[in-house]
């Protein structure tokens, strides 16, 4: 049995809002998620749907800015926000924003000195929703969405193709969707897979789309002055991929809007709707 610390809890939109910290043996430290659960939680299982936060960010970024519980609550849906990556000072980091700690790019590492405990595709896959069914009887792990932003919506968008029988929802705010052709996620995978080579593929969404496509509609939404958009960002590879390959996709370029959460708190509504419509009876 995994214990659970509770480190804060607040009500909202007659739900509740609670942080937590538990010992990950997966990653060989002490890992923060929250949880919101929604009123409907009160009367039985509910619908699980995960969000994945970007590069520098951590549970708090989403649940403290985007607004997701008025939605969350109006549809019965709980949102469960895990940490970007493993943190400690036992753990690998880099001065750089974009390597190490807060930037774990939701992978199994293989080299040095990442390895030991950066797997945080495993983490968000295996151990944490074993946590969460164990502590949680409400959540219903039946019934699985995910989505994120930025590096969060890269790790979505590909855990969701990888694992489509586990999460039948899928959505994201400015994904990075072709990480092995932009900057962030050479860097990343260079440091954390080593040299280009087929790993590279199997964490690259539009890689993965060409092979494995799945009966999902992805909702993605990306604001047209993203400071990222042409660097980092690069949409239009994605959706030519998913139209070459028969992956439904709902691309959406908003005019006007950045890469921040003044953004993501704008259109969240849209995106858990598009989860509860899949996701609830």
């Known amino acids: 049995m995994t214990y659970l610390t509770t480190v804060s809890s607040w009500k909202s939109f007659g739900g509740n809002l609670s942080v937590y910290d538990h010992e990950?043996?997966?990653?060989?430290c002490p890992m923060r998620f929250a949880v919101y659960s929604p009123p409907q939680a009160e009367d039985g299982p509910v619908p699980v749907l995960w969000y994945l936060s970007g590069l520098t960010c951590s549970w708090a970024n989403v649940?403290?800015?985007s607004g997701l519980q008025r939605a969350?609550?109006?549809h019965g849906l709980m949102v469960i926000a895990p940490d970007t990556s493993p943190r400690g000072e036992n753990v690998p980091d880099d001065e750089a924003y974009d390597l190490g700690q807060g930037a774990g790019f939701y992978l199994t590492a293989t080299e040095a000195p990442w390895a030991t405990h950066y797997r945080m595709d495993q983490y968000v896959v295996d151990e944490l929703p074993a946590i969460v069914a164990e502590a949680f009887p409400q959540a219903d792990m039946g019934k699985q969405g995910i989505f994120g932003h930025s590096m969060g919506g890269?790790?979505?968008?590909?855990?969701?193709l990888k694992n489509p029988e586990r999460y039948t929802t899928c959505s994201a705010f400015s994904p990075i969707t072709s990480p092995a052709r932009v900057?962030?996620?050479q860097k990343a995978f260079e440091a954390y897979l080593g040299p280009v080579s087929i790993a590279w593929e199997q964490y690259d969404s539009?890689?993965?789309?060409?092979?494995?496509?799945?009966k999902a509609t992805i909702l993605v939404d990306t604001g047209t002055a993203d400071s990222f958009l042409e660097r980092e960002l690069k949409p239009q590879i994605f959706i030519d991929a998913c139209e070459m390959h028969g992956q439904r996709l709902d691309y959406r370029m908003r005019e006007g809007y950045g890469h921040d959460y003044y953004f993501?708190?704008?259109?969240?509504?849209d995106h858990i709707a598009h989860h509860a419509l899949g996701l609830t009876d």
């Open 154 to 160: 890269h790790g979505a968008i590909s855990l969701h």
């Open 63 to 65: 649940m403290e800015k």
């Open 183 to 185: 900057p962030w996620g």
């Open 206 to 214: 539009t890689e993965l789309v060409k092979e494995r496509q799945t």
């Open 72 to 74: 969350a609550a109006k």
């Open 264 to 269: 993501i708190a704008t259109f969240m509504d």
């Open 24 to 28: 990950s043996p997966l990653l060989g």
